[in-house]
């Protein structure tokens, strides 16, 4: 089986490890109500999606 013969130093490691940082989800807002909503996602508030009504509220559920 084949195993490394030199050591991985540290700036090469690194450098392959630099796209793996997690980024922060990008909030919107909804444009009925003004809440926080994540892209491509109805308002759990409202139910609203690109201005239209698309789902009940959480709340008349």
């Avoid at 700036?11 to 807002?29: F, I, V, Y």
Wanted: aromatic share 4%; proline share 8%; glycine share 8%.
């Amino acid at each position: 089986m084949p195993v490394p013969k030199r050591r991985t130093s540290s700036a090469k490691r690194d450098k392959r490890r630099s796209h793996d940082a997690l980024t922060a989800p990008q909030w919107g807002e909804c444009s009925n109500c003004g809440e926080r909503v994540l892209p491509h996602r109805a308002c759990g508030a409202c139910g609203h999606y690109k201005g239209r009504r698309v789902m009940a509220p959480k709340d008349d559920a």
